[in-house]
């Protein structure tokens, strides 16, 4: 669970290098932070991905001035990141982010993508990003979230009335759809395809309908004939809720008792036999069922509250110098 929606940046600390008297200054400092300084080389350097997302895909006339704030507001993260670095070092809290766990995040990103490691840096390229930046992009945030389970996780609480309360509040939020799991046996209406032709597939239709009757597995004929959609698993189509499937096919859906065979329904794509084997009733969902859901909700509400009150003390007590 994410403790915080915000989205920080590591910049490791680099060393100036002594320059003598008349020399060229190729470098600057765009912010002191207690001790630890941010130079513009690495102000601009992690920047960069987000100054080409503006360059690229921001038309309005006013780009000179949403770069500006844009950059204001990213300095202020970099800041607050190295705030949380020096935070945990005072703590002695030891954080230690091994790179095998940054790999491991990032190996779940690329099984989710369905993506190899080639692929991957493409992707990222392509993004105005590298591998490298990511890696520290997750370190600071796994960094971020071992330090704020310590300084503020453990002073949330949510109760049970509070998780009433917004239940109570937000029912519409919870209110369940009235939905039928269906088989269906489809066949297809030719594009293009005449009355005799339609006929002659309404009748095949009405030909398995009658063996279905008879005694044969709906399901093996529907694996065997069907044309539409879970033809291999049956006919199996699972849940549908209302409004999403074919007018007329859904209004004998919600109507028809469980396990019986419908008639032949003809609709505009070809004739349709279904069977309703599941349902689930509308209403609201008990509070039982949705807990932890809203216990979540109300929890993430209160970790952001509480991580900016603390990281506004942090900055009071601090020595932060704004150079850019």
Not at 109 to 127: G, I, P, T, V
């Amino acid at each position: 669970m994410k403790l915080c929606k915000r989205f920080v940046l590591i910049i490791c600390s680099l060393m100036l290098l002594c320059v003598p008297v008349g020399a060229e200054v190729v470098d600057k400092i765009v912010a002191v932070v207690n001790d630890e300084i941010i130079t513009l080389t690495e102000f601009n350097t992690a920047f960069e991905p987000y100054l080409k997302n503006i360059e690229d895909n921001y038309k309005g006339k006013d780009k000179e001035a949403i770069i500006n704030q844009a950059k204001e507001s990213f300095l202020k993260r970099l800041v607050d990141n190295l705030l949380i670095e020096q935070e945990a070092k005072k703590a002695g809290m030891g954080i230690v982010i091994k790179d095998e766990e940054v790999m491991d995040v990032i190996r779940d990103m690329m099984a989710k993508k369905k993506s190899n490691m080639e692929d991957f840096k493409k992707n990222l390229a392509r993004e105005g990003t590298s591998l490298e930046s990511l890696k520290k992009d997750i370190r600071s945030q796994m960094m971020r979230i071992r330090l704020l389970r310590r300084e503020i996780k453990s002073k949330v609480i949510v109760s049970d009335e509070e998780i009433g309360e917004y239940y109570n509040k937000n029912r519409q939020d919870y209110e369940g759809k009235e939905a039928v799991r269906l088989k269906q046996i489809f066949l297809a209406i030719p594009a293009k395809a005449d009355k005799k032709t339609k006929a002659k597939i309404k009748e095949e239709a009405g030909q398995l309908r009658k063996r279905v009757l008879a005694g044969e597995s709906f399901e093996l004929l529907a694996v065997k004939y069907s044309q539409g959609p879970g033809a291999a698993q049956g006919g199996d189509i699972g849940f549908i809720e209302k409004g999403t499937i074919i007018a007329a096919v859904e209004s004998v859906a919600f109507n028809l008792p469980m396990e019986q065979v419908s008639e032949v329904i003809e609709s505009g794509i070809g004739f349709h036999i279904i069977k309703v084997v599941d349902k689930k009733g509308a209403g609201l969902k008990p509070i039982a069922a949705v807990r932890e859901e809203i216990k979540t909700k109300i929890e993430d509400e209160k970790l952001e509250k509480k991580y900016e009150e603390w990281i506004t003390s942090i900055r009071k007590k601090s020595f932060i110098e704004i150079k850019m």
